[in-house]
């Protein structure tokens, strides 16, 4: 088996920050932001089917409406409300992996912020799972999604961006966040095709 199978053979998805504040309706919705439930649905359930893990970030911020990122952007995602739920099109095994991120008042726009209820990052989980390469969708391409994959590939991972399974906030940032991710190694996955569907 050569390196390429090994590698395929250890992905897992991680799906970003798919809540309802990004969705239509929300404080901070992203356009067609719950169109990316379904196609996220098609590798979240190939990778149930492979007893591989499922890892989903979400912003989680306090409620106090004064921290500095509701400075720059509206109140959203706030603790334990409905903004901050997962859409209720995605769907998520009983045993998926909860990164939070954004509790604090430093910016934390990557998943690779957040930790798990017990406080654990998420790149220490993902190597205590022997995981080494990801599948990346969801909201917002131009912020969570793009500094997600870009601290991926940092940190070593081989990435895949899923952008039919992903949309953007603004059509110049996102243009601006498609070609970093893109010549900085990220591998893009226009539809859900081969590698989600496959086996």
């Not at 209720?88 to 992996?97: G, K, M, S, Y």
Request: some cysteine; charged content about 20%.
């Amino acid at each position: 088996m050569g390196l390429a199978s090994k590698r395929r053979d250890r992905w897992a998805p991680l799906i970003v920050d798919p809540e309802n504040d990004f969705c239509p309706g929300g404080s901070l919705a992203v356009t067609d932001g719950d169109k990316v439930m379904e196609p996220l649905n098609i590798i979240i359930m190939k990778a149930v089917r492979e007893g591989r893990p499922v890892i989903v970030s979400r912003d989680w911020h306090r409620p106090d409406l004064d921290q500095p990122h509701f400075q720059k952007w509206p109140p959203h995602c706030i603790q334990n409300t409905f903004g901050a739920e997962f859409h209720r099109n995605l769907f998520l095994p009983a045993n998926a992996i909860i990164i939070s991120k954004g509790m604090g008042d430093a910016d934390a726009y990557s998943a690779f912020d957040g930790v798990t209820a017990d406080g654990t990052p998420l790149d220490t989980v993902l190597k205590s799972l022997g995981v080494d390469t990801l599948k990346i969708g969801g909201l917002a391409t131009d912020y969570c999604v793009s500094a997600t994959v870009l601290n991926a590939i940092k940190l070593g991972y081989e990435t895949h961006f899923l952008l039919y399974a992903s949309r953007g906030v603004v059509k110049e940032t996102t243009d601006a966040a498609l070609d970093k991710m893109w010549k900085s190694g990220a591998v893009f996955s226009y539809a859900p095709y081969n590698f989600e569907l496959v086996g």
